[in-house]
C-alpha cells in the first residue's frame, strides 16, 4: 500500500528556513518520480519542485528557484525540500506527491497518483 507522510512544516519568520520532509512506503524512489506542491487559502494547489527517480534530475517553479531545494535519500525511502530565505506569500499547506512515471519533472498535480496529507508552513513575524 502506498503511503506518503508528510512533516517539518511550522512558523518562520520571513527569511527564515525550514526543512520539509516526506516518508514514503509501498514503492521506492528510484521507481516512481516525486514532487512537492502547495496550497494557500482561496487559491489552486501549484507545484514548486520535483524530482525525477531515474537520475534525480530536478525542476523548481521560478517562485522557489534559487531559494528550495529538493534532494531525496533513496536508502531512507524519504524525499526532502530544504526551505530558505522563506516569505511570506510561501505560507501554505504542502503536499508531496508521487507519479509512476519515473522520468517525470512535471508540477501538473494531475500527472500526480498519490498524495501525503499535507503540512502547514507559516511565514509570519
Known amino acids: 500500500q502506498v503511503q506518503l507522510v508528510e512533516s517539518g512544516g511550522g512558523l518562520v519568520q520571513p527569511g527564515g528556513s525550514l526543512r520539509l520532509s516526506c516518508a514514503v512506503s509501498g514503492f521506492t524512489l528510484d521507481s516512481y518520480a516525486m514532487g512537492w506542491f502547495r496550497q494557500a487559502p482561496g487559491k489552486e494547489r501549484e507545484g514548486v519542485s520535483c524530482?525525477?527517480?531515474?537520475?534525480?534530475?530536478?525542476f523548481y517553479a521560478d517562485s522557489v528557484k534559487g531559494r528550495f531545494t529538493i534532494s531525496r535519500d533513496i536508502a531512507k525511502n524519504t524525499v526532502y525540500l530544504q526551505m530558505n530565505f522563506l516569505k511570506p506569500e510561501d505560507t501554505a499547506v504542502y503536499y508531496c506527491?508521487?507519479?509512476?512515471?519515473?522520468?517525470?519533472?512535471?508540477?501538473?498535480?494531475?500527472?500526480?497518483?498519490?498524495w501525503g496529507q499535507g503540512t502547514q508552513v507559516t511565514v509570519s513575524s
Open positions: 506527491a508521487a507519479t509512476r512515471y519515473p522520468v517525470s519533472l512535471s508540477l501538473v498535480p494531475a500527472y500526480y497518483d498519490y
Open positions: 524530482i525525477s527517480a531515474d537520475k534525480g534530475n530536478t
